[in-house]
């Protein structure tokens, strides 16, 4: 039988363990509540509609803390009168101690057999195996296992930190990668397990370890160095685990691989995807293998990627990431006064779902005690700011494990923001190197190009591509993003040699701002008096060689889409850089800007956001200077009015040129213009959007004092027949459409209740 101390479970974790293994021996149904403020229930049952069981689970160890608290809950346990009472316990009780207990519950616990401590559970256990194997915290940290582990044929380091391992499993939440690793080690006998920095890769494999050292192997290899570690201690007929933890890592990213490595570990899968008695496990971050691929032919095998088991944290569902989140701080031994800051101002949701959520933003705050160094009122404000300046998880990364290029890449690609063309990343790229070469002597070409993405690749960006075959660079995570613009901030020589290399517009505003006041939380960098200077001479020395590097994308009814980009920007950005200039005057620059606008007077206007901006334009400067006439600039505004948007816009120049305005949309030619943009806007516009265009429609009528009865009827028929044909539709479907509704409002119910009772009884420990 083994001996589980019950520790290694949390509190939460223990009522629900307490909770099956009771209904597995009495067969009842149990219903949880919260841990904390729960009036003496933990657990509740009715046998026979008639007997009344409560059950309170109790994780300890000390009998006195346990003695001490129960005597707490005898005044509820007599409020509640329950026909039964039965306490669990995580610790191991004398025969004294049941009986001092069952004196101090009479007449409401029956007998010693319903005080149930550590052997008794561990004996129940024996008798129902089911519950052992789902509770695998208990059976991975088990004493039998861990000397069978200690008893093992082990080489080099693999003792395999089992302290630390067993602190390791306490917060460890399994999730749905444990077992799709499992199953493609079930069909390969070997595994790469790879992701993000702080995603947990190293954890999985030694849980997956434990797994098979605890079922069926015996002999457990710890390759720390080369491969050739695996080749020394392989031996035929023996069941053997090699775990190989960061292979490729610090070594491959200082000297490279040592020769025929790469050639050797080939080898050496395709030697244990032949074997019937061992597994292979493989632990690497997804950049080093990108760079590993790239470096050596024999690495870059399309087989590899069917036995990759990425971890992802978009697959982590809700509750995954609070339990992880509540693991972390029940096992800390951060004060409770701290804990019911963060309960009550519920921050742990906004701690699950913030952008930046990784589980090694959550183990440094731990480790490094954060709490320490703030008021129990300040906890919740300092873990959130935590997440919100995530350096932790990415300035190792970024500044050990990836080439210079990638690097460099990747601070442009802030400046950008994303999604941004692979093509303009590469502009942008090269601007930089040719504007610095003699700080950074690099050549990018395409082929060292391609490298550089395929190393971010799946880590710090991802990549896709649309129906016309444009690819597109994105950041991964969010929480980059902000760990870039962190990196950047106060790194003025850096700052300048990236405003120096500026060949989009966007790289003006992404990250940069002239308000000097601005605070960390606005994700902005703002620039002193000597950028600044920077700034305004780039802007106006280069002007007219900038381009457009927006782009957004354009979905189809049929699954396809399309990255579009926004090639004319030029009154959007003259109108920034003006809003900017509202946070720090600059004479310079804004004189630049105006006089940049009144030579591009005529209007060139391609979309909404080129419109807007002109208009915005038009009225900051003096119409005196203009070198078109009023009458004529508002025809030519005319001759690109092709939508009732268009057209609302148009309407704004009456409070800047009244009388030319008033004059112009009196005349006869105004008037077939409006009738043309508004047959074409019916055309165009399907029966479903009828009730908005007719709501347009009254506008313009109210607008230009004209008459557009017969399309509205018209419309107003047509939009008619399609709601009936819908409203017969809706009573088909709206029962099924209201029970899956109602579904899915409890699902998300019942995972919200979930959480607030997890961290509820948090502090309650």
């Not at 088990?142 to 008893?151: A, E, H, M, P, R």
């Not at 913030?354 to 954060?370: A, C, D, G, L, M």
Request: charged share 30%; aromatic share 12%; proline share 2%.
């Amino acid at each position: 039988m083994n001996e589980y101390n019950f520790l290694n479970l949390s509190a939460f974790e223990f009522e629900n363990f307490s909770r099956d293994i009771l209904q597995e021996k009495l067969g009842v149904f149990f219903e949880s509540f919260t841990s904390g403020q729960d009036g003496g229930i933990d657990l509740r049952a009715t046998v026979n509609k008639v007997e009344n069981i409560i059950v309170q689970a109790k994780r300890y160890t000390k009998y006195s803390d346990l003695k001490s608290t129960l005597k707490s809950e005898i005044k509820n346990v007599k409020v509640l009168k329950p026909d039964r009472y039965i306490i669990t316990t995580s610790i191991g009780l004398t025969p004294p101690n049941k009986t001092e207990i069952l004196k101090m519950f009479h007449p409401f616990i029956k007998s010693t057999e319903d005080i149930i401590g550590k052997t008794d559970l561990n004996n129940l256990l024996g008798l129902y195996p089911k519950v052992e194997e789902r509770y695998y915290k208990l059976w991975l940290s088990s004493t039998n296992i861990l000397n069978k582990l200690i008893n093992s044929t082990v080489y080099n380091q693999s003792k395999f930190e089992l302290d630390e391992i067993k602190e390791t499993l306490k917060i460890y939440v399994q999730n749905n990668s444990f077992k799709e690793a499992l199953d493609i080690l079930k069909d390969n006998n070997y595994i790469i397990i790879s992701g993000i920095p702080g995603i947990g890769k190293t954890t999985l494999s030694r849980m997956l370890v434990y797994r098979l050292l605890a079922k069926k192997f015996d002999d457990f290899v710890y390759v720390s160095e080369s491969i050739n570690d695996a080749y020394s201690y392989y031996e035929d007929g023996k069941k053997q685990i090699f775990f190989f933890d960061d292979f490729l890592g610090r070594n491959f990213l200082e000297t490279g691989l040592s020769m025929n490595e790469d050639s050797k570990l080939i080898k050496f899968i395709d030697r244990i995807k032949k074997s019937k008695n061992k597994i292979f496990i493989l632990a690497t971050r997804e950049y080093i293998l990108n760079q590993a691929k790239n470096s050596f032919e024999n690495l870059n095998n399309p087989s590899l990627e069917l036995v990759k088991c990425t971890l992802d944290l978009s697959k982590y569902t809700k509750i995954i990431k609070a339990e992880i989140l509540y693991n972390h701080l029940f096992f800390a031994n951060v004060p409770k006064s701290h804990l019911k800051n963060l309960i009550e101002s519920k921050a742990y949701l906004k701690l699950i779902e913030h952008k930046s959520y990784n589980p090694r933003i959550i183990e440094t705050f731990v480790q490094n005690q954060f709490w320490d160094n703030c008021e129990p009122k300040e906890f919740s404000k300092t873990i959130l700011s935590f997440f919100d300046n995530p350096t932790s998880v990415w300035l190792h990364a970024f500044e050990n494990t990836i080439s210079k290029g990638s690097q460099i890449a990747l601070l442009i690609l802030s400046t950008i923001g994303t999604p941004v063309l692979l093509e303009d990343l590469r502009i942008a790229l090269n601007s930089f190197i040719t504007a610095n070469i003699q700080k950074y002597p690099l050549t990018i070409d395409s082929i060292e190009f391609n490298k550089i993405i395929k190393e971010l690749e799946s880590t710090f960006i991802s990549t896709k591509m649309d129906s016309f075959n444009k690819i597109a660079v994105e950041f991964q995570n969010p929480s980059i993003q902000d760990f870039l613009i962190n990196y950047i901030k106060d790194k003025n020589v850096l700052i300048s040699d990236l405003i120096k290399s500026f060949s989009f517009a966007s790289q003006f505003f992404r990250i940069f701002t002239f308000d000097k006041s601005i605070n960390e939380y606005n994700r902005r960098i703002p620039l002193n008096d000597n950028l600044l200077e920077v700034y305004v001479n780039k802007i106006i020395t280069d002007f007219n060689l900038f381009k457009s590097s927006y782009v957004l994308r354009l979905n189809y009814d049929n699954g396809e889409f399309r990255w579009s980009k926004h090639e004319n920007f030029i009154y959007t950005f003259l109108n920034q850089i003006l809003i900017e200039l509202k946070k720090s005057s600059n004479k310079k620059l804004n004189d630049f800007a105006i006089k940049e606008f009144e030579r591009n007077i005529e209007p060139k206007l391609t979309d909404y956001e080129e419109r807007k901006s002109y208009i915005e334009l038009l009225k900051k400067v003096d119409k005196k200077n203009l070198t078109i006439g009023n009458d004529e600039l508002i025809k030519s505004f005319v001759k690109q009015v092709n939508s009732i948007e268009s057209l609302k816009d148009f309407s704004k120049l009456q409070s800047i040129f009244t009388k030319e305005y008033n004059e112009y949309v009196a005349n006869s030619e105004f008037e077939n213009k409006i009738e043309e943009v508004v047959e074409s806007e019916i055309e165009i516009t399907e029966v479903n959007q009828y009730e908005t265009l007719i709501d347009e429609l009254k506008e313009l009528e109210k607008e230009f004092d004209l008459h557009f009865d017969d399309h509205i009827n018209n419309l107003s028929e047509k939009h008619d027949e399609l709601m009936e044909e819908i409203d017969k539709k809706m009573e088909k479907e709206d029962n099924d459409f209201s029970y899956e509704l109602q579904e899915y409002e409890e699902a998300m119910e019942r995972e919200e209740q979930f959480i607030s009772n997890l961290f509820d009884g948090l502090a309650e420990v």
